[in-house]
């Protein structure tokens, strides 16, 4: 099981000007990865906070 989780990413994609997030490749979007749930979730919290638009 350990060896999974070390292969696990999150990835997501920012518009900083749009100010939208999305779960899937968008062009345009610059893409974020995390190798860690916790911190994934941290920056979805971030962004969440900013009130960025999720797509």
Same mark, same amino acid.
């Given at each position: 099981?350990?060896?999974?989780?070390?292969?696990?990413? /999150?990835?997501? /994609?920012?518009?900083?000007?749009?100010?939208?997030?999305?779960?899937?490749?968008?062009?345009?979007?610059?893409?974020?990865?995390?190798?860690?749930?916790?911190?994934?979730?941290?920056?979805?919290?971030?962004?969440?906070?900013?009130?960025?638009?999720?797509?």
């Amino acid at each position: 099981m350990e060896k999974n989780k070390a292969k696990e990413r /999150w990835r997501i /994609w920012v518009d900083t000007k749009r100010r939208l997030v999305s779960f899937h490749e968008e062009p345009g979007f610059q893409m974020l990865e995390f190798h860690s749930r916790e911190l994934f979730q941290s920056c979805l919290d971030g962004y969440t906070a900013q009130h960025y638009r999720y797509q």
